[in-house]
C-alpha cells in the first residue's frame, strides 16, 4: 500500500482517487472547492460544465489519430467504469452521434467531413427515423460508437464510491515536488507518490492556459434528442447534447480568454438560434443555466502526462477530458505500478505499442481500441473546425 496525495479533485483527480483506493492505497485529496458539488459559476472543476460528448471521430478534426485511439479506449473503460459506480446512475450512452448541416452549407460541411472518414452520409428518411425531433430539411451524417456521459453524476459518483479517500477540500495545493506537497496555508503533505491534476491550477508550474467555453442547459420534457447532434455551420457551430428526457445541453463556444465572467449575450444568441435551428420544438425550451468555464490546455492543445519517481502529473485535457480521461489514467497509473484501471473496470487489457504522436509523455500510450469505423490519416490546421466540446 502507498500514500498518495492528489492535488485536484476535478475529473482527472476524482478518476484517479476512485482508483487508487480501489486498489488498496490511502488516498488524500486536495482542492480548493467548497465541497465535491458543482457551483456552475466559472469555478472549481472544469469537468462539472462539460456536455459529456465522447467523440473519438469528430475529435480527429482537431486532435488526430492519437486522440482518436485514446478516445476509443476511454470509450471501452467508461462502459466498464460506469456499471463499478453503481449504486449511483450515470447516464451512459454509444449509440452514436450526428453531423448535420443545413442544405445552404452543405459545401462548408464537405470539406470537415473531409477529415472524418468514419462519418457515414444518411438518406433523409433514416436520419427522420434516427431523430424524428430534428427539422426534416437537414442533411445527415452518423458517426457510429461514439456516445456520451452525464458528467455532474459521474463527478459525484466518483466521490460517493471512495469514502475511504481522505477529501480535503478548502484546501488548495500551491506547489508539487517529487513526495511532497506544499498547501497554500503553509502545511506540508508528504508521501509516496504526488500526483497534480490541478488542471488550469497547475499555472505556473506548468506552461497551461485557460480557454474559455460557454453552455447552456435547456429544459424541454419530451424533446425527443435521442443522441448528440452537432451542425456543420461556417460561423454558429453548435452542438446539442440529451442529458436525460428533459434536458438538453446546447455547446459551446472556444475562445481563447481566461475570462470567467458570465455567459456573452452573443454567445447565448448564437448557441440557442442554431439548436432552435435543429430542433424548432425548442423554441418552448425553458433555460434552466447558462454557464461557462476554461478548458486547461497545453501550447500544443494535446494532453500530457508525467512520470517521475515520487511524481505524476496529467494536464492538458483541454476539450477532450472526458473522451481521454478513462484512458490515460489508466496509461498513468500503470505505468507507475500502482493501479490497473481496465482491471476495476473489467475491461481487458491492450498490449501497449509504441507511438509518435504523444504530447509529452514520458511512458508509451496505450493502443488504440478497434473503432467501428476507419481513423483517418492527419489533417491540415487549415480547414475549419467543428464547435468545441
Ligand atoms: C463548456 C465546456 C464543454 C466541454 N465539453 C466537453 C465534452 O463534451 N467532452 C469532453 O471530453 N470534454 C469536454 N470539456 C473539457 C473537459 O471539461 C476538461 O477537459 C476536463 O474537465 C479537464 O479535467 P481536469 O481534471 O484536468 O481539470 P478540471 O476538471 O478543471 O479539474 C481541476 C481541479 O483542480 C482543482 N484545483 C485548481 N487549483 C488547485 C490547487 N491550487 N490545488 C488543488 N486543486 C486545485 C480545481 O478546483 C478542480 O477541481 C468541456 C469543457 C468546457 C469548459
Redesign the pocket.
Known amino acids: 500500500m502507498a500514500r498518495i496525495v492528489i ?7 476524482r478518476l484517479c482517487a476512485w482508483a487508487l483506493a480501489r486498489t488498496g492505497h490511502a488516498v488524500t485529496v ?4 467548497p465541497d465535491a458539488q458543482p457551483r456552475f459559476d466559472g ?13 473519438p471521430l469528430a475529435e480527429q478534426e482537431q486532435g488526430g489519430a492519437q486522440v482518436a485511439a485514446w478516445g476509443w479506449r476511454s470509450l471501452a473503460l467508461w462502459a466498464g467504469l460506469v456499471p463499478a459506480l453503481r449504486p449511483a446512475e450515470v447516464p451512459f450512452q454509444r449509440d452514436g452521434s450526428l453531423l448535420l448541416a443545413h442544405r445552404s452549407d452543405l459545401g462548408a460541411a464537405q470539406r470537415i467531413l473531409a477529415l472524418i472518414p468514419g462519418a457515414r452520409a444518411l438518406e433523409a428518411d433514416a436520419l427522420q427515423t434516427l431523430e424524428p425531433a430534428l427539422v426534416p430539411s437537414l442533411h445527415g451524417w452518423l458517426l457510429p460508437g461514439e456516445g456520451r456521459i452525464g ?1 455532474v453524476a459521474a463527478m459525484q459518483a466518483l466521490v460517493q464510491a471512495a469514502p475511504e479517500v481522505d477529501w480535503r477540500w478548502l ?4 506547489s508539487v515536488s517529487p513526495g511532497l506537497a506544499r498547501l ?1 496555508s503553509g502545511e506540508q503533505l508528504r508521501a509516496d507518490w504526488i500526483i497534480d ?6 499555472s505556473p508550474n506548468l506552461p497551461v492556459r485557460g480557454v474559455r ?3 447552456v442547459t435547456l429544459s424541454l420534457p419530451g424533446h425527443g434528442l435521442q443522441r448528440p447532434v452537432r451542425l456543420l455551420h461556417p460561423r454558429h457551430r453548435v452542438y446539442l ?1 440529451p442529458r436525460t428526457a428533459q434536458e438538453l445541453a446546447v ?2 463556444s472556444e475562445i481563447e480568454s481566461e475570462d470567467r465572467s458570465p455567459v456573452s449575450l452573443r454567445s447565448a444568441v448564437e448557441l440557442m438560434a442554431a439548436a432552435h435551428s435543429l430542433v424548432p420544438a425548442l423554441a418552448e425550451a425553458r433555460i434552466l443555466r447558462l ?6 490546455a497545453l501550447p500544443d492543445n494535446l494532453p500530457m502526462t508525467h512520470h517521475e519517481p515520487g511524481l505524476l502529473r ?2 492538458g ?9 478513462p484512458a490515460l489514467v489508466e496509461q498513468l497509473l500503470q505505468t507507475a505500478g500502482l493501479a490497473a484501471l481496465h482491471a476495476l473496470a473489467d475491461v481487458p487489457m491492450e498490449a501497449p505499442t509504441p507511438t509518435s504522436a504523444s504530447a509529452s509523455a514520458s511512458t508509451p500510450m496505450p493502443s488504440p481500441t478497434s473503432p467501428p469505423a476507419p481513423l483517418p490519416s492527419q489533417h491540415s490546421p487549415s480547414t475549419p473546425s467543428l464547435q ?2
Open positions: 492535488a485536484g479533485a476535478g475529473l482527472a483527480g486536495c482542492d480548493p472547492s469555478t472549481g472543476a472544469a469537468a462539472f460544465t462539460a456536455a459529456g460528448m465522447l467523440s458528467p484546501c488548495p495545493v500551491q497554500t491534476t490541478r488542471g488550469l491550477g497547475a467555453g460557454e453552455i447534447v455547446g459551446a454557464d461557462r468555464h476554461l478548458r486547461p496529467l494536464n485535457l483541454y476539450r477532450h477530458g472526458w473522451l481521454l480521461a468545441a466540446p
